[in-house]
């Protein structure tokens, strides 16, 4: 596979992550919404929690926000110029992919992409001469 089309896919897999976050986030604000509902058919459970409703509604609307940093994150790092510290911040959204288990399958191979020199070489970032295959 080429370098090319390594950042193609990864600029997808960007573009999916983003989009996935803002739909958890809608998810969120759907339960925000209908809170009474989401209360009383789990309320056994948060009641063992010391969950209320207006902390579930708060505990949602944080989750909404960081649902919607993310995606923000995302959708700028599918647009951004080909420099080391860019190849930097890729290589941590496929790490942080890595982490979610439902990005694993496609976080874990394009890490083990992104990681060849090739690609390394788009972006400026070189390896030492001394160690030309780490």
Do not use: Q
């Not at 960007?14 to 604000?29: D, E, H, K, P, S």
């Not at 890595?98 to 020199?117: H, N, Q």
């Amino acid at each position: 596979m080429s370098a090319e089309t390594v950042v193609r896919l990864n600029k997808a897999y960007c573009w999916i992550r983003g989009f996935g976050w803002l739909f958890v986030m809608a998810i969120c604000f759907w339960e925000r919404a209908n809170i009474g509902l989401i209360y009383e058919t789990s309320g056994e459970m948060l009641r063992s929690l010391d969950l209320g409703e207006e902390k579930l509604a708060f505990f949602l609307g944080v989750i909404a926000m960081c649902c919607l940093v993310f995606a923000v994150l995302n959708f700028i790092l599918a647009n951004t110029p080909m420099t080391k510290k860019w190849w930097v911040a890729h290589l941590i959204n496929h790490i942080v992919g890595i982490v979610e288990c439902c990005c694993l399958p496609m976080a874990l191979p394009l890490l083990l992409f992104w990681m060849r020199a090739d690609v390394r070489a788009m972006y400026g970032e070189s390896l030492p001469e001394d160690r030309p295959y780490v």
